[in-house]
């Protein structure tokens, strides 16, 4: 009987080494931010939702996604946006009563209505060296709690 340390066996410890081994390959690593490079770096054929890419023109090419705001399921269409150092981020913020369109921006940091894909890199002294790091993302969820206007205007209201 082999002995087994912090839960693990022998069978268990060559399944690990197999797993350390890949992260020699990057391209075998199943992961959550694969790198996908302007020629310098590796190539990720990630067609699913959000996905990020360059076009000709140096765009982001954002494809469609799904989103869930607050309990809203919707589909996002693809979008180009100029590339910039920051987190590319699916937006959408509640305004009195009312969503604010989606939008697809770079911002410095993520936030409650302000989703991360992916995050970009562009070179401080050659613009045109760009990477894209892809989140793997399905569902962007923006979820956004606050008093309810119609409420507070009732309870005013009834309070004079």
């Known amino acids: 009987m082999k002995?087994?340390?912090?839960?693990?066996?022998?069978?268990?410890?060559?399944?690990?080494?197999?797993?350390l081994q890949k992260l020699n390959r990057p391209d075998q690593i199943p992961t959550r931010e694969r790198h996908r490079k302007d020629g310098a770096g590796y190539n990720l054929n990630y067609a699913a939702p959000f996905a990020l890419s360059l076009d000709d023109e140096k765009n982001i090419v954002i494809s469609p996604g799904f989103l869930n705001r607050n309990g809203e399921f919707m589909t996002t269409e693809e979008k180009k946006i100029k590339p910039a150092t920051g987190y590319v981020c699916v937006c959408s913020t509640i305004v009195g009563i009312q969503w604010t369109p989606v939008t697809i921006e770079i911002h410095e940091k993520p936030d409650v209505d302000k989703f991360p894909i992916g995050y970009c890199t562009v070179g401080k002294e050659d613009r045109n060296a760009i990477s894209l790091i892809q989140y793997l993302q399905s569902v962007a969820i923006i979820i956004i709690t606050q008093q309810c206007p119609i409420i507070e205007s009732v309870s005013q209201y009834k309070a004079t």
Do not use: S, T, V, Y
């Open 3 to 19: 002995q087994r340390i912090f839960g693990l066996n022998e069978h268990d410890h060559h399944k690990i080494q197999g797993a």
